[in-house]
């Protein structure tokens, strides 16, 4: 066989496209319970840290003239609009 059969021959079988067949065994991955309590747990604890922010915030009297501003500017915005 020649050379230039053999590269023919070569580029063929690389080049091909036929598809490449996967098999596919599970498609949706189901959490055990001990990774949901974890996952309440975590969320619970990042829920509580966002209502110690708001409270510390709350208690910030120059911080919060600044929001209730921005506040208000916010409601006229929408007003416009609705």
């Given at each position: 066989m020649s050379s230039h059969k053999k590269a023919k021959g070569l580029a063929a079988a690389v080049g091909s496209k036929k598809p490449i067949p996967v098999k596919i065994v599970h498609d949706k991955v189901e959490a055990s319970p001990a990774h949901s309590d974890n996952e309440m747990k975590w969320k619970a604890q990042d829920a509580l840290r966002d209502i110690q922010r708001a409270?510390?915030?709350?208690?910030?009297?120059?911080l919060m003239k600044h929001v209730k501003q921005l506040a208000k500017e916010d409601m006229k915005a929408l007003k416009r609009i609705c």
């Open positions: 409270e510390k915030h709350k208690s910030d009297a120059k």
